[in-house]
C-alpha cells in the first residue's frame, strides 16, 4: 500500500508540529517497506528537512499538489521514458513534476485583482519572516523555508464571503483555484493532493502490475479531494475545526485521537485489519 498524510494537523500536532505520537506506527510502516508520502501544503525547502527528521526518503508531494518530487536514483528510468502526460526534470536529487501553476503568475494576478477591486487580503508575499513567524507560530528557520514557496501563495482573508467568491471566480478565468486549508487560503493551479498521487500510484502499477490501496490521513477542507480517493480514508480529529465532509463510498476512520496521536491510532487500525 502506500500512505498519503497532510502534515499539520495531521501527522505533526496542531500547536507544537510534533510527530512523537505518531512515531510507534511510523516504525512499523518502515519495517513492513510501506512508502509515507508527505502530501502537504508546505514547500519543498520545508519537506525536504522534515523528511530528514522522519527517516523518509522517498517521493513527496508539495504545495497542494502542486508538485510531486521522486528520488533521482529510484526513478531515474523516466528521464528516458518521458511520460506524455507530464514533463519530468532534474532539480537537485529529485525528478520534479509539476502540476500546478507559478508562484510569480500568481502573485501578479492576485495584486492586479487587489489593486482593481480593492479587496483586502494579504499573504506570504506581503509578510516578512517575523510576521510569517507570527501567524503560523513558526521558529525563524522554519517560517524562512514556509516562505519560500513556488507553486502557491497562502493568503489570509479579510473581507467579505461575497467578495470572496467573486474573487474565487477571477481566479478561475486564469486557470487558477483557491483551496482552504488548515490556517490560510491557497491561491495555486488548478490541481489538489489527490492529482499527483493518482499519478504516482499509476506509476507504482506500471512497474509492478498491481495497484497498490491508498491510505490517506488528513484532517482539513484542503485534504478532501486526496481523501475522497483513498481506499482507506482517515479523518484526523483536529482541535480546531470539525471533521472534513468527505464524498466516498468507502469507509471512513474518524479518529478519536487528535494529530499525530490519532494517525498512530489509524494507522495501527488499518495495519491490524490489512494484515491479517
Known amino acids: 500500500m502506500i500512505v498519503s498524510t497532510d502534515l499539520d494537523g495531521t501527522l505533526l500536532d496542531h500547536f507544537s508540529y510534533s510527530w512523537q505520537a ?4 511510523m516504525e512499523k510502516l518502515a519495517s513492513l517497506g510501506i512508502p509515507v508520502i508527505l502530501n502537504s501544503s508546505k514547500t519543498y ?17 508539495v504545495e497542494n499538489g502542486s508538485a510531486l518530487f521522486l528520488p533521482v536514483d529510484d526513478f531515474a528510468w ?22 500546478g501553476a507559478q508562484r510569480a503568475t500568481i502573485i501578479d494576478y492576485i495584486g492586479e485583482l487587489r489593486r482593481q477591486h480593492g479587496w483586502d487580503f494579504e499573504g506570504f508575499n506581503d509578510w516578512t519572516v517575523a510576521q ?19 507553486f502557491s501563495e497562502p493568503i489570509q482573508w479579510n473581507d467579505s464571503e461575497p467578495n470572496l467568491s467573486s474573487f474565487t471566480k477571477q ?17 495555486q493551479g488548478q490541481t489538489d493532493k489527490s492529482r499527483p498521487l493518482l ?15 491508498l491510505v490517506c490521513l488528513g ?18 480529529r483536529s482541535p480546531v475545526s470539525d471533521f472534513p465532509v468527505l464524498q466516498s463510498d468507502k469507509p471512513v476512520i474518524k479518529t478519536t485521537a487528535y494529530g499525530p496521536a490519532g494517525w498512530n491510532e489509524a494507522i495501527n487500525a488499518i495495519l491490524s485489519t490489512e494484515l491479517q
Not at 510569517?132 to 513556488?150: H, N, P, R, V
Not at 481566479?171 to 491561491?187: A, Q
Open 132 to 150: 510569517i513567524m507570527t501567524y503560523t507560530g513558526l521558529d525563524e528557520e522554519s517560517a524562512s523555508q514556509a516562505a519560500d514557496k513556488m
Open 171 to 187: 481566479l478561475k478565468t486564469r486557470k487558477l483555484s483557491l483551496l482552504k486549508g488548515g490556517r490560510f487560503y491557497h491561491v
Open 45 to 61: 525547502a520545508e519537506i525536504r528537512a522534515l523528511q530528514e527528521q522522519l527517516g523518509l526518503s522517498g517521493p513527496f508531494i
Open 22 to 25: 505518531a512515531r510507534p506506527a
Open 78 to 99: 523516466l528521464l528516458t521514458t518521458q511520460p506524455a502526460d507530464q514533463a519530468v526534470i532534474q532539480v537537485d536529487g529529485y525528478l520534479q513534476v509539476v502540476f
Open 199 to 213: 499519478w504516482l500510484q499509476a506509476l507504482y502499477t506500471s512497474k509492478t502490475d498491481a495497484t497498490p490501496p
Open 219 to 236: 484532517d482539513s477542507e484542503n485534504d478532501i479531494q486526496m481523501l475522497n480517493v483513498a481506499d482507506h480514508p482517515v479523518c484526523i
